[in-house]
């Protein structure tokens, strides 16, 4: 069975531009989670879709928004980026919601996008 | 919100040596996963532990659930080189009036042959 995959892996852009990233979860998963990942604030959670409805969302501006498709893939955007988004965002897949009262299935993460931005 | 605190950040040990590290929770957690991090990777899932005491063994690693579900730990015996990464607790930490997940900042364990 194919793994999370994310597309792209490197991405460079500028202070004020706009950045679309994508997630195609796991054969069979519905929900997609998105993380940011930058070494002052470790592994931080941004946002879940389970469903193409966005489940709960973490405590970013509203720079920071996604969606899901029918097909569970899932595109996270980040409007006037900043050079404080420059991180790893890492999307994770489950069969489940994470974010479901106080279960937590198991998440498989994707190998992430880098976003530098100058 | 809730934040899960994990000790050490970093940790350097001789090949062979043991590892442990330490996670916990100002609040009680209904279950706790942990997650490692191979340099230049990505977080792979480890385990999953739900009851209160639980413990469960994968190979050279042990894991641990306080009595109080409020902290856990990660035991690795006699590391080797391939035990390199960043390993990772989480828990569904409060967030904004729901639970979100919330994660560790981890601890880089780094092995000397």
């Known amino acids: 069975k194919a793994g999370v995959t994310q597309t792209p892996r490197y991405l460079i852009k500028t202070r004020g531009q706009q950045v679309t990233l994508s997630c195609s979860p796991i054969s069979g998963h519905r929900s997609v989670s998105w993380y940011q990942q930058t070494p002052g604030q470790g592994l931080q959670f941004l946002f879940e879709y389970f469903s193409e409805t966005q489940r709960n969302k973490g405590n970013f501006p509203g720079r920071f928004s996604g969606r899901q498709f029918s097909n569970s893939r899932s595109e996270m955007n980040v409007s006037t980026l900043e050079l404080g988004d420059s991180a790893l965002y890492l999307c994770?897949?489950?069969?489940?919601?994470?974010?479901?009262?106080?279960?937590?299935?198991?998440?498989?993460f994707g190998p992430g996008t880098r976003l530098t931005v100058l | 919100g809730q934040q899960v605190m994990q000790i050490p950040q970093y940790q350097h040990v001789q090949e062979g040596e043991d590892f442990t590290t330490y996670c916990n929770s100002s609040t009680t957690l209904s279950n706790i996963q942990w997650y490692k991090q191979r340099p230049g990777g990505h977080p792979v899932f480890l385990i999953q532990?739900?009851?209160?005491?639980e413990v469960k063994k994968q190979k050279r690693l042990t894991f641990q659930f306080g009595e109080a579900k409020k902290n856990s730990s990660l035991h690795i015996t006699a590391t080797q080189t391939t035990d390199v990464g960043t390993y990772f607790c989480?828990?569904?930490?409060?967030?904004?009036?729901?639970?979100?997940?919330?994660f560790g900042r981890g601890t880089s364990l780094i092995v000397h042959p």
């Open positions: 532990l739900v009851k209160s005491g």
């Open positions: 994770a897949s489950s069969l489940a919601p994470v974010t479901s009262g106080t279960s937590t299935d198991t998440q498989y």
């Open positions: 989480a828990g569904p930490g409060r967030g904004g009036g729901s639970y979100i997940p919330t």
